[in-house]
Nanobody, 119 residues
Framework: QVQLVESGGGLVQAGGSLRLSCAAS????????MGWYRQAPGKQREFVAI???????NYATSVKGRFTISRDNVNNTMYLQMNSLKPEDTAVYYC?????????????WGQGTQVTVSS
């Protein structure tokens, strides 16, 4: 019943910026949590930034001070503003949400958008 579609990825030089968007069908903002994950080549998917059920924002240590998560309730859209990008930020970025409090991981995922940061 919920569909998530990411956009905004691309190729940038180190130190550059990108803004990712996640358009949701229906409302994901009533869900216990929602946020962004990423998966680099040959590595496991990892947490980047999330809204908790109390709308508290958590960031991965590696992106604190550089990335900002936000949302637009009217348009059911979530964003990830990425500044001061580093080559190690290169990954496929996914938006995600979980529909129940008892779930420990997201159960809705977008298709992903590629972010590549050159040296």
């Amino acid at each position: 019943q919920v569909q998530l579609v990411e956009s905004g990825g691309g190729l940038v030089q180190a130190g550059g910026s990108l803004r990712l968007s996640c358009a949701a069908s229906g409302s994901i903002f009533s869900f216990p949590s929602m946020g962004w994950y990423r998966q680099a080549p040959g590595k496991q998917r990892e947490f980047v930034a999330i809204f908790t059920s109390a709308d508290i924002i958590n960031y991965a240590t590696s992106v604190k001070g550089r990335f900002t998560i936000s949302r637009d309730n009217v348009n059911n859209t979530m964003y990830l503003q990425m500044n001061s990008l580093k080559p190690e930020d290169t990954a496929v970025y996914y938006c995600a949400a979980k529909s129940a409090v008892w779930r420990t991981t997201p159960n809705y995922w977008g298709q992903g958008t590629q972010v590549t940061v050159s040296s």
